[in-house]
């Protein structure tokens, strides 16, 4: 063998060895790839549990809160589910403009917010019933102006005061019993039965009842009818047995007439005067007429419009 011949071979078995070398390599690589997902399924995956208070929808950490916008109270609503009429109360009042506002400017806020079945429940015709000023009352009143974490209700003091006006109209009352949280608006009795969502700044509560608020919903109390006007009944003087001997002796040709004599009846002044169809009149101008009653009375129809009755013993 030549040594031109030997080289060939050499570089011959060169080349052989390195392609050898790369295929060896590249299996290797990619039965390492292969097996590297069978170990990865072969764990179980573990869910953590869920606490009863835990909230429908989760927050952002808190550093991305600090860099997003704003919380959108009511994308978090929608997102919770069956809360839809109390979302479009909160545009149609406008108050979500305000929430926003506060959250916008770092301030805490609490919401109470009723489910679509506390609406339901209500009696038919009522949000119609109230005016443009009641509709902002009464969304306001489910709403706290600061953040309350669930486990702190119990260090309220109660009225709490809401957004809406003073707690004197709009009194608020929060009782707890262990992991209740109970609350009375003085018409309506109900319980927070979930958490919507809660971060360091806003807390939305699920309530089931509708707030209604005393200073809107108070019961109305009917004012009793008036009076009638009492009725006066004039009862004469008894005249001396003097006077009635002496008016028997000169009106005896008058005892047949059907008139009665104007000297029996007390409400005549002495300055009055009787015709003979049964008008009187005084000085003063006020007219009336005579109408016998029986043979006991009389009734004086004055021109004023009023009846007086005498009666005569």
């Known amino acids: 063998m030549t040594r031109k011949q030997a080289f060939i071979s050499f570089s011959c078995l060169i080349v052989f060895f390195f392609y050898h070398c790369t295929i060896a390599f590249a299996q290797s690589s990619s039965s390492s790839t292969a097996q590297a997902p069978s170990t990865t399924q072969d764990k179980p995956s573990q869910s953590p549990a869920q606490s009863p208070n ?7 950490p808190a550093k991305a809160r600090r860099r997003a916008e704003p919380t959108n109270v ?3 609503l929608d997102k919770a589910g069956g809360f ?48 443009p000023q009641q509709k902002v009352q009464l969304v306001d009143y489910h709403v706290l102006p600061t953040f309350i974490a669930l486990q702190n209700f119990q260090t309220l003091t109660n009225p709490v005061h809401t957004q809406a006006s003073n707690p004197r109209d709009f ?17 309506v009795n109900t319980t927070i039965s979930g958490t919507v969502y809660s971060d360091n700044q806003l807390a939305i509560y699920r309530v089931d009842s509708v707030l209604l ?20 009944v004039l009862k004469p003087k008894k005249e001396s047995s003097s006077s009635t001997s002496s008016s028997a002796s000169s009106g005896s040709s008058s005892s047949s007439s059907s008139s009665p004599k104007p ?5 005549l002044s002495s300055s009055s005067s009787t015709t003979s169809d049964g008008a009187v009149a005084d000085d003063q101008g006020t007219s009336g007429v005579i109408k016998p009653i029986g043979n006991h009375g009389v009734i004086i129809t004055m021109s004023v419009g009023m009846a007086v009755v005498a009666v005569l013993h």
């Open 263 to 267: 000297s029996s009846d007390p409400t």
């Open 84 to 131: 839809s009429v109390f979302i479009r109360l909160l545009r149609s009042t406008d108050v979500i403009t305000q929430i926003e506002n506060d959250l916008n400017a770092s301030n805490s806020v609490t919401i109470l917010a009723p489910t679509n079945g506390g609406f339901s429940a209500l009696k038919a015709g009522t949000l119609n019933t109230l005016s």
């Open 74 to 76: 009511t994308e978090i």
């Open 171 to 187: 009194p608020l009352n929060i009782i707890t019993d262990g992991n209740s949280v109970n609350i009375s608006t003085g018409v």
């Open 54 to 60: 835990q909230p429908l929808v989760q927050a952002p």
């Open 213 to 232: 608020p005393i200073g809107i919903f108070a019961p109305k109390v009917s004012s009793p009818a008036p009076a009638p006007a009492p009725v006066a």
